[in-house]
Nanobody, 127 residues
Framework: QVHLVERGGGLVQPGGSLRLSCAAS????????MGWFRQAPGKEREFVTN????????NYAESVKGRFTVSRDNAEDTVYLQMNDLKPEDTATYYC????????????????????WGQGTQVTVSS
């Protein structure tokens, strides 16, 4: 069973940047497809991005394409989310998630497909 801990959230002005990290422990990190989701107050948890076990393949929600970049370091058991040009609508609690899977696909755009979750980190974009 893998344990996930997110870090890096905070308050940032519109147009600013943040880098989130998610450190994994207790499992073979390179065996997991990793994803980032977010949830704003009163809204459902939504897909942000995911990446394959090697990190070579990534997917992004349309709302973050061109602004967010996901990456992973399997030697450090960590996945990152670089967020640039942040907008107020990006305000949410961000969660990383992991699932054991053979191959990345659109099947893994849904939060229901993930087995392990971090506790979340708050990102607030406001002037």
């Amino acid at each position: 069973q893998v344990h996930l801990v997110e870090r890096g959230g905070g308050l940032v002005q519109p147009g600013g940047s943040l880098r989130l990290s998610c450190a994994a422990s207790g499992g073979t990190f390179s065996a997991y497809i990793m994803g980032w989701f977010r949830q704003a107050p009163g809204k459902e948890r939504e897909f942000v991005t995911n990446l394959s076990k090697s990190g070579a393949t990534t997917n992004y929600a349309e709302s973050v394409k061109g602004r967010f970049t996901v990456s992973r370091d399997n030697a450090e058991d960590t996945v990152y989310l670089q967020m640039n040009d942040l907008k107020p609508e990006d305000t949410a609690t961000y969660y990383c998630a992991a699932t054991l899977a053979v191959q990345l696909s659109t099947y893994y755009f849904s939060a229901d497909r993930y087995d392990y979750w971090g506790q979340g980190t708050q990102v607030t974009v406001s002037s």
